[in-house]
């Protein structure tokens, strides 16, 4: 099983590292959107699981908009020479799922490589941030960890840290299954315990309170031998 969800969850990584060599100024975000689905299904994906979309995509003040995929469509925005750009990928094959997603910034016309490059100091506040808030969940997190529980001390953390949840349920992520309707959610009141799901997602989707810009950091983990790993 593993090793069919890394093979999915490959697709996705991969996805994101091409599109970061094709995007540029002038393009629009359909324009992104089918270079991501085209890619994936290049790569072996069959179709998306998340309401057959595989790629969502938005920038700039776009990116602090959380919403269902029932209700999602691409705008026509165009990407701008510096820019902060989320994409948040769904590829399948059969009923496995991939579940990735990162936030991009493009400054004078060129994807910025790493955080430490990006000269917009709220930009890369926003994403080490993610990056840390990853680290703090690997820190805290075992199998005996309820859903609740680990909603409970993230959120405290995000608050703590001066950033707020943007996510339109307020969760965190997500178990990974075989069919939509049967994700169970880093919520309040979900006693689940981690362990008892054999993967799940941790997606927090953050910003300042009233800055125009969100940021989202996606990754599938699991449990072997009581240890946390990422697909």
């Not at 991009?104 to 926003?126: A, H, L, M, R, T």
């Not at 840290?161 to 307020?170: H, K």
């Not at 362990?195 to 799940?200: A, E, I, M, R």
Request: proline share 2%; net charge negative.
């Amino acid at each position: 099983m593993i090793s069919e969800y890394s093979n999915v969850q490959k697709i996705a990584k991969d996805t994101i590292e091409y599109i970061k060599t094709e995007v540029r100024p002038g393009m629009t975000l359909k324009n992104v959107r089918q270079l991501c689905e085209d890619k994936m299904i290049e790569l072996g994906a069959d179709s998306f699981w998340y309401y057959d979309i595989g790629a969502f995509v938005f920038s700039g003040d776009e990116t602090t908009v959380s919403v269902s995929g029932r209700e999602y469509t691409t705008s026509d925005r165009i990407i701008e020479s510096d820019d902060i750009i989320t994409i948040d990928l769904s590829p399948q094959i059969g009923d496995t799922w991939g579940d990735h997603a990162r936030t991009i910034i493009i400054e004078d016309g060129n994807v910025v490589k790493s955080i430490e490059e990006i000269k917009c100091e709220e930009w890369g506040k926003g994403l080490l941030m993610e990056k840390r808030l990853h680290d703090k969940m690997n820190g805290i997190v075992n199998p005996d960890m309820t859903f609740e529980e680990l909603y409970y001390q993230m959120n405290e953390y995000i608050k703590g840290e001066s950033y707020i949840n943007l996510d339109f349920m307020g969760n965190l992520g997500h178990s990974i299954v075989r069919k939509k309707d049967d994700r169970i959610y880093i919520e309040k009141g979900n006693n689940t315990k981690l362990g008892d799901v054999n993967f799940f997602t941790f997606e927090p989707h953050i910003s300042v309170s009233g800055s125009k810009y969100g940021y989202k950091r996606e990754d599938i983990y699991y449990f072997e031998n009581e240890e946390l790993r990422k697909l």
